[in-house]
C-alpha cells in the first residue's frame, strides 16, 4: 500500500498566525492540490495529520473545521483526488495530549489503522514540530519550504540533517511518482 501524510496548513493550504478559521480563510498553496490528485492517480493513498488547536482555545467549532474539509475534498474531486481520511489534534497548546505534534499520536494512530510500519510512511510539514513528530514515529520526515517550512530550514540546518527538503508539495508529488515508475514492476 503506498501511503503519504500531510500535515494541513502550509502544506496544503496556506497558513495564519491567526489561524485558519472559516472555508473564506483557506486558500489552497498553488499546485498544492494537483499534487494530491497526482498522488492518487499514481496509486497512493493520501491522508492528513494537522494540530487544530484553534478548536481547543474556542477560535471555531467543528462546523466550521468540516467545512473546510468539505471544500478542500470538493476541490480535489474536481481534480480528480481525495484526502483519504483526517486525523486531526484540536488540543490547547497548553495541554497537549499524546496526539499533538510533535508527539507521534497521530501518525501511529494512522499507521495502526492502516495496518502498515510507519517506518514506510513519508510525513509531509512544513514546520521544526513535524520533523519531529515523524522521528519519534519513525517515519519518513518530509520538509517543505511553504508555509513555516523555510523559517524552519533556517533554524534547525543540522538537525535537518537526513531530511529531504522540497520547494513545495508539488515538487515532492513529482519525486515521489518518477521515483515509484523507476521501480521494477512485479507482474
Known amino acids: 500500500m503506498k501511503i503519504v501524510i500531510l500535515d494541513r496548513d502550509g502544506v496544503i493550504n496556506e497558513d495564519s498566525p491567526d489561524y485558519i478559521k472559516s472555508v473564506a480563510e483557506w486558500h489552497p498553496i498553488p499546485g498544492s492540490l494537483e499534487a494530491i490528485a497526482r498522488l492518487c492517480q499514481s496509486g497512493f493513498r493520501v491522508f492528513v495529520a494537522t494540530n487544530q488547536?484553534?478548536?481547543?482555545?474556542?477560535?471555531?467549532?467543528?462546523?466550521?473545521?468540516?467545512?473546510?474539509?468539505?471544500?478542500?475534498?470538493?476541490?480535489?474531486?474536481?481534480?480528480?483526488?481525495?484526502?483519504?481520511?483526517?486525523?486531526?489534534?484540536?488540543?490547547?497548546?497548553?495541554?497537549?495530549?499524546?496526539?499533538?505534534?510533535?508527539?507521534?499520536?497521530?501518525?501511529?494512530?494512522?499507521?495502526?489503522?492502516?495496518?502498515?510500519?510507519?517506518?514506510?510512511?513519508?510525513?509531509?510539514?512544513?514546520?521544526?514540530?513535524?520533523?519531529?513528530?515523524?522521528?519519534?514515529?519513525?517515519?519518513?520526515?518530509?520538509?517543505?519550504?511553504?508555509?513555516?517550512?523555510?523559517?524552519t530550514e533556517t533554524r534547525h540546518q543540522a538537525e535537518l540533517r537526513g531530511v529531504a527538503v522540497y520547494d513545495d508539495l508539488a515538487a515532492y508529488a513529482g519525486a515521489l511518482i518518477a521515483a515509484q515508475q523507476a521501480l521494477p514492476q512485479i507482474s
Open 53 to 151: 488547536s484553534g478548536l481547543g482555545q474556542g477560535l471555531f467549532d467543528y462546523d466550521a473545521f468540516s467545512s473546510i474539509h468539505d471544500r478542500l475534498q470538493q476541490q480535489l474531486a474536481e481534480l480528480g483526488g481525495r484526502i483519504d481520511g483526517i486525523a486531526f489534534a484540536p488540543d490547547h497548546p497548553d495541554a497537549p495530549t499524546a496526539m499533538r505534534k510533535p508527539a507521534p499520536g497521530m501518525l501511529l494512530d494512522l499507521a495502526r489503522r492502516l495496518n502498515v510500519s510507519a517506518d514506510l510512511i513519508p510525513f509531509v510539514g512544513d514546520s521544526w514540530r513535524d520533523i519531529e513528530a515523524a522521528r519519534a514515529a519513525r517515519a519518513q520526515p518530509i520538509l517543505v519550504r511553504t508555509g513555516n517550512g523555510r523559517r
